[in-house]
């Protein structure tokens, strides 16, 4: 379902735990104020397992942020989250997904190659690291 700004306070717990530079509410705030595709996965008991945020950028989308809450991670909600992004990204009628991913996170990482996505570059010292250092991001695409 989409995201609402009620949902923020859930996402930013999840998004804290998650990473350890994480996204800011502001950051969230700004995607939903800028008409991002902001989504939220929820279990049945209502809480919050995982969302995604995709920025379109001509005729393909670019997946901003996409999280699963960390106790659920490894049970096929990552991929349900893709495929809601790979149909909405088709729906909009974009050819492709764009990401940026720390190769660092081999979870992730694996994700992606098994959907599909295919590394296309590397953004050096894209994200901020431990001790005033920074880490690359290696760029993928998803061509549907």
């Known amino acids: 379902m989409k995201m609402q700004v009620t949902d923020i306070e859930e996402v930013a717990a999840i998004e804290n ?3 350890p530079f994480p996204w800011t509410r502001g950051n969230f705030l700004d995607s939903l ?14 809480s919050l ?7 379109p950028a001509v005729d393909e989308n670019h997946i901003l942020n996409i999280t699963v809450r960390p106790d ?12 809601q992004v ?14 940026e991913v720390r190769p660092s996170n081999n ?11 295919e590394q296309i570059g590397i953004r050096k010292n894209y994200y ?5 250092l920074r880490e690359d991001a290696i ?5 549907l």
């Open 33 to 46: 104020d800028s008409g991002y595709d902001c989504w939220v996965l929820r279990e049945a008991d209502d």
């Open 49 to 55: 397992a995982g969302y995604f945020l995709l920025m």
């Open 17 to 19: 735990d998650a990473y």
């Open 139 to 143: 760029v993928m695409r998803l061509k």
């Open 72 to 83: 659920l991670q490894g049970r096929g909600l990552g991929r349900i989250l893709l495929q």
């Open 86 to 99: 790979c149909a909405l990204t088709l729906k909009k009628g974009m050819q492709s997904i764009l990401l």
């Open 107 to 117: 979870r992730a990482m694996a994700v992606y190659l098994h959907v599909g996505f």
């Open 128 to 132: 901020p690291a431990g001790a005033n």
